[in-house]
């Protein structure tokens, strides 16, 4: 990923649908080279969109960006560090609520999309920086005196990206999640199952401990019930 080409744009539909033009653009004969690692970043966002099909909403002073990647399965738990790494640069105490949503006090600042192309992911960055959108949401300028602009936080965010490749991504997954041990909901299609976080596997799957059983759950929505003591301080860790 290090050869980088960032294309700044005002106003799209979604930083996503661009990507993917250009991806399927390049497919076409004399189509455009895109390489992996070309950046899309936006002022504002039309139709922001979140997983499982939410609106993300994009008011001008937050950071929208979908980066073209080469597809790998800690692709998700990468980039939630990445993103976490980079805020906590800042001085915000940025947490990751498994999968990655990024977290300050059970407020989201951050969210990740990541949409497969064969071998290829664009991968969705929104970070509340000026605003919070929701009441459920955090921005950075209301957890920091420390911030910065939306580029040098792009620029922190694709580097801690790249530095992710040097390091265990689950260990610092692990250390940064505060799901872990934590009393929660995890829904899975139609199916909701309560129970306490006994780990993040090696593959980065939750491992939930329900009444009746151990369950391994590789994709859900997650929602945190209650505060265990389980949790540590993700400096001793990280440094
Ligand atoms: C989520 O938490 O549900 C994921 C939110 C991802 C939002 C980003 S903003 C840039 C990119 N373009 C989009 O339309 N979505 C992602």
Request: charge should be negative.
């Amino acid at each position: 990923m290090t050869d980088k080409r960032i294309i700044h744009l005002m106003s799209v539909s979604s930083t996503q649908d661009e990507a993917r033009k250009l991806v399927l653009r390049e497919a076409e004969p004399e189509g455009r080279a895109c390489p992996i690692g070309t950046v899309i970043v936006a002022d504002t966002q039309e139709s922001g969109r979140g997983r499982r099909n939410r609106e993300w909403v994009s008011p001008t002073g937050g950071l929208y960006t979908s980066i073209i990647m080469k597809n790998d399965t800690h692709l998700p738990l990468r980039v939630g560090v990445a993103v976490a790494r980079a805020l906590r640069e800042w001085s915000i105490d940025a947490l990751l609520k498994w999968p990655n949503d990024v977290i300050v006090s059970e407020r989201k600042i951050a969210g990740i999309l990541i949409e497969a192309m064969s071998d290829r992911a664009i991968v969705g960055i929104g970070v509340n920086i000026e605003h919070a959108p929701l009441t459920t949401a955090t921005c950075a300028n209301d957890e920091t005196a420390s911030s910065g602009t939306r580029d040098e936080l792009l620029a922190a965010i694709l580097h801690e990206i790249e530095k992710t490749y040097e390091i265990d991504v689950i260990d610092t997954y692990r250390a940064l999640c505060t799901t872990l041990g934590r009393d929660v909901t995890v829904t899975v299609g139609d199916e909701t199952m309560a129970g306490r976080v006994h780990g993040i596997d090696r593959s980065g799957a939750l491992v939930l401990k329900t009444d009746d059983k151990t369950r391994i759950i590789n994709s859900g929505e997650c929602n945190h019930v209650e505060t265990l003591s389980a949790w540590r301080d993700p400096a001793e860790v990280l440094g």
